[in-house]
């Protein structure tokens, strides 16, 4: 910690220790730079710098301290050579495309993606070129069958939101790389906490840090951990075009990595107990979650990953008006689509987060009108199940 190395430390360290190069004030806590530019001692320091012969700070869209502390944090827990930190989530998935993609490239992607993922890959880089295959996410023929000579990158979500679907990172890795293609999965619903896509084959792993890294619902960013070579690569991107993180949303989010490991186990076991209840209750047709034995791919799932997140999906008889109704009833979870925080979030799918999606869409992406999804936060389990027994009950 001294230094900048990074020693052979579990997971628990590196979420605490990781990262930060102390200064000649010999401060504890990690310090956070707000400055936009740094000086230097000399004409002939500059000139070095800027010529990229001698490292250091030049401009904080280039690099910043405490932006650093925050990559090589999550570098470090990632198990990657190197993080590049960006402004969002949406940002992160942008430079990796601007960084790795060029026009003519294609990229296969899991159907089940956040939605604005979809919209920069159809609307966005479609405009550049560059165009997007999607599949069943648990389908490993289907990914297969949709390579092409031009297939530059494959795009996953696993577990996918909100229907908690799986796909086997390993041999999704092994179809990219005979296809000579990489693979990024988007690690934002587990977290280095549960789930190492990299240790997996992956090539890279995406965040929005926006979610459980942050975990309070403070700040927007976004990250990509992968290998020094195509991290460069990505570098260059933010660096010229400018999606930076903040220094005080990357000291956030630096502080919010301290307690990743706890607040993931704790949203686990809260998820993990209010699937097991809802599977039981009467009004409820069926629960979509990972972590339950009735989930198709639970088997993989507990090979693949440390735990089943804190995201559940389920499905209320009497279609939209009795999931509005259970919605409505509550007085305690947010109603609201935003997850990876502390406060239980409600949602119904069908009309939010996927109300987009034309209804062959929808229904085949298994959103009906009765699902509703919960992500789980830390509140007491009995206050949250009582909050959605209230709707529940009331449906018979
Ligand atoms: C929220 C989210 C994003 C986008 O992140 P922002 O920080 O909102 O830009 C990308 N992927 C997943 C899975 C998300 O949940």
Known sequence: ??????PDWDLETLAIRAGHVRTNEQEHGEPIFP???FVFGSAAEAARKFGGEEPGNIYSRFTNPTVRTFEKRLAAMEGGER????????????ATALALLQAGDEIVASRSLFGSTV???DKYLGKLGITTRYVELSNLDAWEAAMTPATKLLFAETPSNP??????????????HRHDALLAIDNCFLTPALQKPLALGADLVIHSATKYLDGQGRAIGGAVVGRDKELEELFGVVRTCGPCLSPFNAWLFTKGLETLNLRMRAHCDNAQAL???????????R?????LPSHPQHELATRQQLGFGAVLGFEVKGGREAAWSVID???LLSITGNLGDVKSTITHPGTTTHGRLSDDQRASAGINEGLIRVAVGLESLDDIRADLARGLDALG
Do not use: N
């Open 1 to 6: 910690m001294h230094d900048d190395q990074t």
């Open 35 to 37: 400055t936009s530019s």
């Open 83 to 94: 993080c590049v930190a960006t402004s969002s989530g949406m940002a992160a998935i942008l």
């Open 119 to 121: 919209s920069l890959f």
């Open 163 to 176: 229907l908690s679907e799986v796909v086997d990172i390993a041999a999704l890795a092994e179809i990219a």
């Open 275 to 285: 699937a097991e209840w809802l599977e039981g209750h009467p009004a409820v047709m």
């Open 287 to 291: 629960v979509h979650y990972s972590g």
């Open 329 to 331: 009833a509550t007085r």
